[in-house]
């Protein structure tokens, strides 16, 4: 038998588990994986400036590819804690990534040791396992259960902690013998599959809502070619945007409260019947139940059992991986047409259409400052249907979600349920070290923007590039907006004059010199007309330099995103002039109609 210290295994089963790439910052407790890690070799390391953001750029890193599993690792005490708000976020989108921390030794972690802390109990509600490994001999069952965990069922987050003198234990361990252990998803039976397509038949006017669970199975080919076995229009939700092309003729558009659009939100409005295949109906989707219900027959397929009924209950529900379930539903649905028994729905799909054609936001706008609407829509002209998207929160994320268009799974990678400021940066450098031949493009706000801003650094030393683009108001815009409700402006004021840049007026961080500062180039724009120009510019200059390119756009202070104030699909409120014309929205996947 080989013998090893218990960090030489686990190095070894990272790459057995099909691991190249970590991220991470090392300290003393988690230096001998660190030095396990060289001796090993195989698996590239990028030092990130901050551990949260190794833990997002793992998260960015999971998010890119199927069967990507994205490590950060980190030393003890405040590097988990640190990682703790990447675990939520993956946990939250059901996203598989394993955090790896030192500890002190065994026989100090009670008595206050330096840096001590029970991460584990910390980690063990936003993960599917968080374990602190006290016998050096359990070190290989337990990254072995890590991986199974992380990609069944749920995908989801592991933390395993090492202390120090297990991490230097030396253990029997044959690397060359591992095997990684079956991967469990539940399966729909072709019963369950008949009884959906059977309600799904007594409908009229049925829609197919798409979640993210659909993009982590790596069904999105399967779930298209269903829809248009069937002719049934598809809503995608935020998780689940690139399912199926922005300008396919069965997309309907999103729905929901922020990140939705006004054609999205009117055809659901009309629908008698909703099939949700990997989705969570999160709130900012559904809004007021009684209103997103009404009416409607409910058919709910996820791989959580218990994700079933969670929100309400559905007429109809189904535990199930994606992936098998849209292979029944081909199957079936297959039969049915061939046998003349599945209903023509043409009239249905088309009224979408007609919708998308008429109830359009307007994107041209000439002012200065620049209204953040023009932004968007020279992204749309700037950036072809292979960019990847990489956003969190904010009224850039939800504006963003409106207007730019999607044409591929994991084409847009969004923090859905967590929403950290913070987050672009270090998930944008994430996606692009998994896909260096990608254009990745990155959408944030000013306050997203300076949470991490040192991980811009990241990708100037180890030559990661991708352009992110700034929108810039100097307000914390949807915190101000959400404020209207109380009558109030306080506390999400960001602007100042900045003594060392007066040309800002008011706008305060120079984005520009601190992005220089950190390596990277950055462009600043305030007129919209060179908007175009400055894209272009940056592509060139990410793809000469291999580094972060910045591009600024300088925005009025004060513009209301589209959202509803009632916290009804049905209500949401226009604030800025809709499109009136075709020139008024030019980007549109659909031409408008007047």
């Known amino acids: 038998m080989a013998r090893m210290t218990a960090a030489r295994a686990a190095v070894e089963i990272l790459k057995r588990e099909g691991v190249t790439d970590a991220f ?3 300290g003393a407790a988690i230096n001998p994986f660190y030095a396990a890690l060289k001796a090993s070799g195989g698996i590239h390391h990028t030092l990130a400036r901050h551990v949260e953001g190794a833990s997002h750029m793992a998260e960015g890193y999971t998010r890119t590819h199927a069967g990507n599993i994205g490590v950060c690792i980190g ?29 002190a030794p ?19 509600p936003v993960t599917k396992m968080a374990v602190t490994v006290l016998e050096a001999a359990q070190v290989p069952g337990v990254f072995q259960q890590a991986f199974h965990l992380m990609r069944s069922g749920r995908p989801g987050p592991v933390l395993i902690d090492l202390p120090i003198d297990v991490q230097l234990t030396e253990i029997e361990f044959d690397p060359d013998t591992y095997q990684p252990l079956p991967v469990y998803k539940p399966l729909a039976s072709r019963a369950q599959i008949e009884k959906a397509l059977a309600l799904l038949g007594e409908s009229e006017r049925p829609l197919i809502v798409a979640g993210g669970g659909v993009i982590n199975a790596d069904a999105a080919e399967l779930l298209v070619e269903f829809a248009e076995l069937t002719g049934i229009p598809v809503v995608p939700t935020l998780m689940g945007w690139g399912v199926l092309p922005d300008d396919h003729e069965l997309n309907a558009g999103m729905v929901g409260l922020q990140t939705s659009h006004r054609y999205g939100n009117a055809t659901f409005l009309e629908s008698d019947f909703v099939l949700g295949i990997g989705n969570r109906w999160a709130n900012r989707h559904t809004g007021k139940l009684d209103v997103y219900t ?38 079936v649905a297959g039969e049915l047409k061939a046998a003349g028994r599945l209903p023509d729905r043409s009239a249905w799909a088309a009224s979408a259409q007609e919708k998308k054609a ?3 936001r307007r994107t ?5 400052p620049i209204k953040p609407q023009r932004v968007y829509e020279e992204m749309n002209k700037a950036f072809g249907p292979e960019t990847r998207y990489v956003s969190t929160i904010g009224l850039s994320q939800i504006a963003g979600a409106q207007m730019l268009h999607v044409f591929r799974p994991r084409h847009w990678i969004n923090c859905g349920q967590a929403g950290p400021l913070g987050w672009t940066i270090p998930a944008a450098l994430g996606v692009a070290k998994a896909d260096p031949e990608a254009q990745v493009v990155a959408l944030s706000g000013d306050y997203d923007f300076q949470f991490m801003i040192e991980e811009l650094a990241v990708g100037a030393q180890h030559r990661i590039p991708y352009i992110h683009v700034l929108v810039n108001n100097s307000y914390l815009g949807l915190i101000r907006q959400a404020q209207r409700a109380f009558d109030i402006d306080f506390q999400v004021n960001l602007e100042f004059e900045n003594v060392n840049s007066p040309e800002l007026g008011v706008y305060g961080v120079d984005h520009v010199k601190v992005a220089e500062g950190l390596g990277c180039k950055a462009i600043r724009v305030t007129d919209p007309a060179e908007l175009g120009a400055a894209l272009e510019q940056a592509k060139k200059l990410a793809a000469e330099f291999q580094v972060p390119v910045v591009v600024e756009a300088i925005l009025e202070r004060v513009t209301n995103i589209s959202m509803s104030t009632t916290n009804d699909i049905g209500n949401v409120v226009e604030f800025e002039e809709i499109a009136t014309e075709p020139a008024h929205a030019p980007t ?7």
């Open 364 to 368: 041209h706008f000439d002012d200065i």
């Open 24 to 26: 991470g910052v090392p």
């Open 294 to 331: 009404a009416g409607r027959t409910f058919v709910h397929v996820d791989v959580e059992p218990t994700q079933i009924g969670r929100i309400f209950a559905p007429d109809y529900g189904i535990a199930s991986d994606a992936k098998a379930a849209l292979e029944l539903f081909v199957e």
């Open 358 to 360: 008429t109830l359009q």
């Open 106 to 124: 065994t026989a100090v972690i009670h008595k206050e040791d330096f840096q001590a802390v029970d991460i584990a109990s910390i980690a063990g």
């Open 75 to 103: 030393t003890s005490g405040p590097a988990g804690t640190d990682m703790i708000t990447g675990l939520y976020s993956a946990t939250g989108d059901s996203v598989p990534i394993l955090c790896i921390t030192g500890q």
């Open 588 to 594: 549109s996947v659909t031409p408008l109609k007047v």
